[in-house]
């Protein structure tokens, strides 16, 4: 199987009088429909490995593919089409836009993509929050929410253009046990029922056993275990 996203001797480190190394010498493959939580401790560089399998940054060394394209020559511009094309965000903190109601919000990425008219987009969007059990909330104002809610609308939102994977950063970090558990559920249910790929930090030992795969940092390394995971996909 031909990974979604890969990582090829990735290292990033901060620049400076004492240069800080985030991640380094990273070997990964995910492929598709794969459910992987990145864990580790605290520090030891989850979220600078999601950012840059995000392209939200860049690696100092190594390359990240993303369908096989290596994304080290691609420009700013660039990368920024493949994310809102190809990968869907989630963080802890929601970043809906208080003005706009949660259909608006979840509009916003797929005007942003354009291509199909406006009607068709607003069912999409429609059919989306009905499926994430949000269909009687679509004219409220993400104020009028729950937390887990909200949590549920920027899945929406991340789902918006149909992405090949969902990058999340500690998602379940701001929820209460029963909404964590609902989100981890999406997350399955997206990889299992249309071949998303997830991709998920979190330090939920408990819900990071729900996943299909664990890979584990240590100061900015992948423990033993997680470079054997990254194997099989790769063949
Ligand atoms: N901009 C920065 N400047 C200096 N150090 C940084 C910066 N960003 C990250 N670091 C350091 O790099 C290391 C990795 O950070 P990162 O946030 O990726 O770890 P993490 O495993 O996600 O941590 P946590 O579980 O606490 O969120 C940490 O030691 C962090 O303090």
Do not use: C, W
Not at 61 to 82: K, N
Not at 88 to 116: A, D, W
Request: aromatic share 4%; no cysteine; hydrophobic share 40%.
């Amino acid at each position: 199987m031909k990974p979604v996203v890969e990582a090829r001797g990735v290292g990033r480190v901060l620049p400076g009088l004492v240069p800080v190394t985030l991640v380094d010498g990273i070997d990964l493959a995910i492929g598709e429909g794969e459910f992987v939580a990145i864990t580790g401790p605290s520090g030891s560089g989850k979220s600078s490995l999601l950012y840059l399998l995000g392209l939200l940054d860049r690696p100092t060394s190594g390359s990240i593919l993303l369908e096989g394209r290596d994304t080290a020559e691609a420009d700013a511009a660039e990368l920024a089409a493949l994310r809102l094309s190809k990968l869907g965000f989630v963080f802890q903190f929601h970043f809906l836009l208080p003005e706009f109601t949660v259909l608006g919000n979840v509009m916003i990425p797929m005007r942003k993509l354009g291509g199909s008219p406006e009607t068709e987009l607003r069912k999409r969007a429609e059919g989306l929050l009905e499926d994430l059990g949000l269909g009687d909330q679509t004219s409220k104002l993400p104020s009028q929410l729950s937390g887990g809610q909200r949590q549920r609308v920027a899945i929406a939102r991340a789902l918006a253009n149909r992405p090949r994977v969902i990058l999340a950063d500690e998602p379940t970090g701001n929820l209460d046990t029963k909404s964590a558990q609902t989100v981890f559920d999406i997350f399955a249910r997206l990889t299992r029922e249309t071949g998303t790929t997830v991709i998920t930090v979190t330090h939920d030992e408990g819900l990071a056993a729900q996943t299909s795969r664990r890979v584990s940092l240590v100061d900015g390394r992948l423990a033993m275990r997680s470079s054997i995971d990254a194997s099989p996909t790769s063949e």
